[in-house]
């Protein structure tokens, strides 16, 4: 059996047990509130993480990419798709189609140019394809402005041939439990008053999973981070260095200087996304340390004293955001705390269509 020692470096590890019980840990959460839990798949993009989620109580997954969900359907077993993307263009739309011929899906969109799209693909199928209307609670991506752009969305989708209305979507930003519930009230209001069933309300992120029961019109939950967690949870006080289960593994293949040791892993591994953190990762047992400079790959540790390690010294890194660290490598090791399970690929890698 390989050992910790014996993982050739820079690699990703995924402690298994930390993951499966962040899984059931929010799943508890959805239960006791109510919720409808529909992991995003991007954080792992992994079908047996998938698999696990469905069989501990989520509804189906989110995916942002058709190609993600194509992913996860061969080779997750997953039945229940909801894409949380404005889907632009005959070839996407066609491989929509095709999806939709496979599993329960339901799609958002946040103009009426998206639904006509939608409705010229749609016209005619045997099922009419649930629509979303994607709503800006704050974060200003995508999203209709108001409550009342809301119904007037709906009211579209509701008339287009080949679709129908499914509900309100929204991913708001850090802090807007509020904001998502009095845009949500007026919105169905609205709706209703314009004989509009809203069946459906989903909303979404890592950061205020543990609060969304502040928003109760909610419906379903949507997070991708909580799988892994990661240094930006942590940071913001929602979960402990314990609950983290990825880990780059990296080795120090120089050190210049008493305050400074370089590592094998640069944006190539750990990416170059800082989420407003100061520094790239956390070095698991030494918060003295911080990695203040990366390039390709090159990761430069510093500290105010003598740093301690030596050439060969290994580390392991708790990633400032996790997500877009599963897209780097073709594979992460699968660990459970100290045994070592194997590799898995990582299917849904790189899938951006
Ligand atoms: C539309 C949408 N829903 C849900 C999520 C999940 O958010 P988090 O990773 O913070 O859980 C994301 C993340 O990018 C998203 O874009």
Known sequence: MTALADIDTPAVLVDLDVAEANIDRFQDYCNLHGFRNRPH??????????????????????????????????????DDVLLTYNVVGSAKLQRLHALAGRVTLSVVADSAAVVAGLGTEFAGASQPLSVLVECDTGAHRCGVATPTAARDLAT????????????????????????????????????????LTVERITSGGAPDMWRAHEAPLVTEYRTGTYVYNDRSLVER?????????????????????????IIDAGTKVLTSDLLGLDGHGHVLGRPDIRIDQLSEEHGRLVCDGPIG?????????????????????????????????????????????
């Open 41 to 78: 798949i991007k954080t792992h993009k992994l079908p047996v993480l998938a698999r696990r989620q469905i069989k501990v109580g989520a509804v189906g997954v989110t995916c942002q990419k058709i190609s993600e969900a194509e992913a996860m359907i061969a080779e997750g077993g997953v």
């Open 156 to 195: 579209i989708i509701d008339r287009t041939d080949g679709v129908r209305f499914g509900g309100l979507m929204t991913y708001p930003p850090v802090g807007s439990t509020g904001a998502v519930q009095g845009f949500m009230s007026e919105a169905i209001e609205l709706c209703e008053a314009a004989g």
């Open 237 to 261: 006080g929602v979960c402990t260095w314990d609950d983290c289960a990825l880990t780059v593994l990296a080795t120090v293949v120089s050190v210049p200087d008493t305050g400074r040791a």
């Open 309 to 353: 390690l030596s050439v060969g010294d290994r580390v392991r890194i708790v990633p400032n955001h996790c997500c877009v660290v599963s897209n780097m490598m073709d594979a992460v090791v699968a660990v459970r705390g100290t045994r070592v399970e194997g590799d898995l690929a990582i299917a849904a890698r790189g899938q951006v269509w």
